[in-house]
């Protein structure tokens, strides 16, 4: 059974400072692998998407890498804003099947304070 | 309306109510998820549909009953529920292809959060 893990739990941090989430999983037969925002008591809104194939992907002041063999991802934040707090969660897709089945971490709750 | 929606965003239930989520796609997508949200726990996966075809249910309680009537609505109907089911209930869309780079990415509605008492 696939199990995702996210190291810190939490993690506060003041504007401006470049930081790094950590997603491990047990797995490595995986499609792809998510990360994703998540605001308090609202949905998720999808960030990066790296396929199994790729080693990172880039979207503005984000970067993702996955290293596939070692079940492990990180999501870089440059230049940490206020605006990005929030919990930021990974998912792995498996594969095998014609659509998405996500495992889940149990997030990140970054506070980036002014 | 575009994207994922979820209705309604906030309900409140005894034990002994019957109601139901309700969740629509504008996406043009062919499967559904159900996902639920607790306190300090990871994001569990309840239900899949694709195309209209229930193909996962993640050992989920019989309290809980989904319903796909087309591609573009899903339903939770809920009955007897206990305290412990208050959560974030999710609901997501995708394709049942892969997209050329984006594989098979889901696209979250903003929840419903239940309260049981």
């Known amino acids: 059974k696939q199990e995702v893990t996210q190291i810190p739990a939490a993690l506060s941090v003041p504007e401006g400072e470049n930081l790094v989430l950590n997603c491990s999983f047990t797995?490595?037969?995986?499609?792809?692998l998510q990360w994703f925002r998540q605001d308090p008591g609202k949905g998720l809104t999808s960030l990066l998407l790296?396929?199994?194939?790729?080693r990172e992907q880039t979207s503005g002041r984000l970067n993702a890498s996955l290293d596939k063999s070692s079940g492990r991802s990180t999501l870089y934040i440059a230049a940490s804003q206020p605006g990005d707090s929030a919990t930021y969660l990974c998912?792995?897709?498996?594969?095998?099947?014609?659509?998405?089945?996500?495992?889940f971490g149990q997030g990140t709750i970054l506070t980036v304070h002014p | 309306e575009t994207g994922v929606t979820q209705t309604p965003r906030h309900l409140v239930m005894g034990m002994t109510n019957k109601k139901s989520l309700k969740c629509e796609q504008h996406?043009?997508?062919?499967?559904m998820y159900w996902y639920k949200q607790s306190a300090k726990k990871p994001l569990e996966l309840m239900f899949v549909?694709?195309?209209?075809?229930?193909?996962e249910n993640n050992s989920v309680p019989s309290r809980f009953s989904p319903e796909c009537p087309n591609s573009s609505h899903l339903f939770l109907h809920l009955h007897t529920l206990q305290p412990e089911d208050s959560a974030l209930y999710l609901c997501?869309?995708?394709?049942?292809?892969?997209?050329?780079?984006?594989?098979?990415?889901?696209?979250f509605g903003p929840g419903t959060r239940l309260t049981v008492t």
């Open positions: 997501a869309s995708s394709q049942t292809f892969p997209t050329r780079g984006r594989g098979y990415e889901q696209y």
């Open positions: 797995d490595s037969a995986i499609y792809n």
């Open positions: 790296i396929q199994s194939s790729q």
């Open positions: 998912a792995v897709t498996a594969g095998g099947t014609s659509y998405g089945k996500l495992t």
């Open positions: 996406l043009g997508h062919n499967a």
């Open positions: 549909y694709n195309f209209k075809e229930q193909t």
